[in-house]
């Protein structure tokens, strides 16, 4: 299954781009908390997320952020997606950005989203410049969220990465 990238806009002017559409990997997607899931997400983060790497270029380094990788069900899916950006040109951090907000959002409306915030912690990281990584986009509001903090924070977030988009609009 080869990835294709997708675009999309956050409301607050920051790009995202997608590896694939939601319904394109969706019964993969639903392992995500079983040991088997652990193998897919490494397979679909070579596919996608370490040939993005392989092949994007910045003076010096960025590093990149995953959106709450805390571990669940002995693994972060955020965490391996990641890990599989590490090049020359970016560095991934790990831990520097946590939901203090543990409800799941999992089939829940925007409205729902937006009146439960994922009210995240930034942990101290020097670097400004950086690349927001999530697994999946549906509304836009945990990335939305997550930049907006983190501009408060100081830092520059050039582009937000997912593995998949659900919205059927995309460019």
């Known amino acids: 299954m080869r990835p294709s990238l997708y675009k999309r806009r956050l409301e607050n002017g920051i790009e995202v781009f997608s590896f694939y559409r939601y319904e394109e990997i969706k019964p993969l997607l639903f392992t995500k908390h079983t040991d088997l899931g652990y193998h897919i997400y490494r397979l679909l983060a070579k596919l996608s997320f370490k040939s993005f790497a392989q092949e994007f270029m910045w ?12 571990v669940q069900s002995g693994y972060s899916h955020t965490a391996i997606l990641n890990k599989a950006l590490a090049s ?29 915030p ?21 509304t836009g509001s945990t990335l939305r969220e997550a930049s907006s903090l983190l501009t ?3 830092k520059e977030v050039l582009f937000c990465l997912t593995l998949c988009d659900v919205s059927k609009k995309q460019n």
């Open 59 to 70: 003076s010096g380094y960025v590093v990149s952020v995953a959106v709450d990788d805390t």
């Open 88 to 116: 020359p040109s970016i560095k991934p951090l790990y831990n520097r950005l946590r939901a203090q907000n543990t409800i799941s959002y999992s089939g829940k409306s925007k409205a729902f989203r937006e009146a439960n």
């Open 118 to 138: 994922r009210n995240f912690k930034v942990n101290t990281f020097m670097e400004k410049e950086l690349i927001l990584v999530d697994d999946i986009i549906t």
């Open 152 to 154: 408060q924070e100081g």
